[in-house]
T-cell receptor
Framework: EPEVTQTPSHQVTQMGQEVILRCVPI?????FYWYRQILGQKVEFLVS????????KSEIFDDQFSVERPDGSNFTLKIRSTKLEDSAMYFC??????????FGNGTRLTVT | GNSVTQMEGPVTLSEEAFLTINCTYT??????LFWYVQYPGEGLQLLLK?????DKGSNKGFEATYRKETTSFHLEKGSVQVSDSAVYFC?????????FGTGTKLQVIP
């Protein structure tokens, strides 16, 4: 069964540094998402992306965040200047028309 | 907007016990409802779903029925196994975005 793949599985960075989290969605899917889960808390929606543009974003997704689909297969989340509170598990997801979300295994981001 | 409330965990059960994890939702319109499972060290996997009132989703012995009158989508399993130990998330929404509950950790002991 096709999978959403995310790399790296764990990223450690220092406060103020930029990080890029990478995702390869399922190949025939059209909608792409980032969610995050702070340790022990609920999974929160960050942003959805369709047709090469952001279709919806949450309050969490402020100016330090950006997303990009640089080629036909990758979907990236960039955090420009990381803060301690950005430490979380970040999940990429994708879906096609009328299909539920398929999630990747997540990237655990630790900001020190 | 949509919101989901699910019972607090952790839930600890003996193997072969009956499981219920409660979930209620608030939404505008009639969202689809989902249960996702997160096994230790892994990502989120769709366990089951229901798209309209009275639909029953089922998978791996788990079931949940979409109850519009009580705005609920409780997860049940008749006989849990140690391998069912995981965190279970109730979620609601359309197919383009879902809202998750806080998750319920289930631990099944032999």
């Amino acid at each position: 069964e096709p999978e959403v793949t995310q790399t790296p599985s764990h990223q450690v960075t220092q406060m103020g540094q930029e990080v890029i989290l990478r995702c390869v969605p399922i190949s025939n899917h059209l909608y792409f998402y980032w969610y995050r889960q702070i340790l022990g808390q609920k999974v929160e929606f960050l942003v959805s992306f369709y047709n090469n543009e952001i279709s919806e974003k949450s309050e969490i997704f402020d100016d330090q965040f950006s997303v990009e689909r640089p080629d036909g297969s990758n979907f990236t989340l960039k955090i420009r200047s990381t803060k301690l509170e950005d430490s979380a598990m970040y999940f990429c997801a994708s879906d096609g028309l009328r299909s539920p979300l398929h999630f990747g295994n997540g990237t655990r981001l630790t900001v020190t | 907007g949509n919101s989901v409330t699910q019972m607090e965990g952790p839930v600890t059960l003996s193997e072969e016990a009956f499981l219920t994890i409660n979930c209620t939702y608030t939404a505008t319109g009639y969202p689809s409802l989902f249960w996702y499972v997160q096994y230790p060290g892994e990502g989120l996997q769709l366990l089951l779903k229901a798209t309209k009132a009275d639909d029953k989703g089922s998978n791996k012995g788990f079931e949940a029925t979409y109850r519009k009158e009580t705005t609920s989508f409780h997860l049940e399993k008749g006989s849990v196994q140690v391998s069912d130990s995981a965190v279970y998330f109730c979620a609601s929404g359309g197919y383009q975005k879902v809202t998750f509950g806080t998750g319920t950790k289930l631990q099944v002991i032999p």
